[in-house]
């Protein structure tokens, strides 16, 4: 259990990915049920879903090496 908890301290943005991607895909999968999509529609849906968690994720990430900005006394 310690391993997971240092891989989730050593890598935030991974677990971050990982998670806002199974939650976007269970989301996917629960909507669009019912739209009668092939099994390779369904792969790609599923494979550009995690890409865009990873890319949401890595937006939201831009922001966290800015270093505080202080004023000059």
């Given at each position: ?31 669009a ?41």
């Amino acid at each position: 259990m310690d391993a997971v908890k240092t891989w989730i301290t050593n890598h935030p943005n991974l677990f971050s990915w990982l998670i806002l991607a199974i939650g976007m895909v269970a989301l996917l999968l629960v909507e669009a049920r019912d739209v009668g999509l092939e099994t390779s529609q369904w792969f790609w849906l599923i494979v550009v879903t995690t890409l865009v968690a990873g890319a949401c994720i890595w937006i939201i990430s831009w922001g966290d090496d800015d270093e505080p900005d202080t004023a000059e006394q």
